[in-house]
């Protein structure tokens, strides 16, 4: 597996990458088995130093954790917590997947955008129908079950994952709800 250990305007001593390898390497075996890349990220924040880890999975699934705290080590041990119970919450549907996955995930390109609404004179406004490209960049659209990406919107921690349904090759969105359910947004297509 490769790591990639950084930190944003703070040194990461040898020590510290050590720790990080092993914690997460000893995890992500445990539960997933067959990682590809570690991607952790170190930054400080006021008083505090948060770490964010980025591990993805041989079968295209990425797994999110964010841990912060008043010591960098401690930051990172919130973090792999974190990973750690993501992890042996979907165990058994990891294990499942990669027994029916025998091609790992496929992934399309597509464009994303930040946007940020402007009025005439440059200034943000809260109702405007205008709106600004603040941030332009690629993104990846993995072809999934729905049943898989739910899995991979919860692993990422994210609020909502857009993919291609490998059942009619169709685009879906699957989101975290007010009350805490998942939605799943499938357009009728005509035939």
């Keep these: 597996m490769r790591y990639q250990i950084s930190g944003k305007q703070i040194d990461i001593g040898e020590a510290l990458q050590t720790h990080v390898r092993n914690e997460i390497g000893a995890i992500v075996e445990k539960y997933a088995g067959r990682p590809t ?10 008083y505090e130093f948060i770490c964010e880890t980025i591990v993805h999975l041989s079968t295209g699934l990425n797994v999110q954790a964010r841990g912060h705290a008043n010591e960098i080590y401690a930051a ?24 029916e996955r025998s091609q790992p995930v496929e992934l399309s390109d597509a464009g994303a955008y930040i946007l940020a609404p402007t009025d005439e004179s ?5 109702d405007s129908v205008n709106a600004m490209i603040v941030a332009e960049m690629e993104t990846k659209i993995p072809s999934l079950s ?8 919860e692993l990422a921690n994210a609020p909502v994952l857009v ?11 699957v989101y975290r ?15």
């Design 146 to 153: 729905v049943g898989e990406a739910v899995m991979q919107m």
């Design 76 to 99: 990172f041990d919130a973090s792999s917590e974190k990973m750690d119970k993501q992890l042996r919450r979907y165990k058994r549907r990891l294990k499942d997947h990669h027994k």
């Design 37 to 46: 890349e570690a991607n952790v990220i170190f930054s400080k924040s006021g």
């Design 122 to 126: 440059g200034e943000a406004e809260e």
């Design 177 to 191: 709800r007010e009350d805490g359910n998942i939605g799943w947004i499938d357009p009728k297509t005509d035939s």
């Design 163 to 173: 993919f291609t349904n490998e059942k009619h090759n169709a685009l879906n969105v």
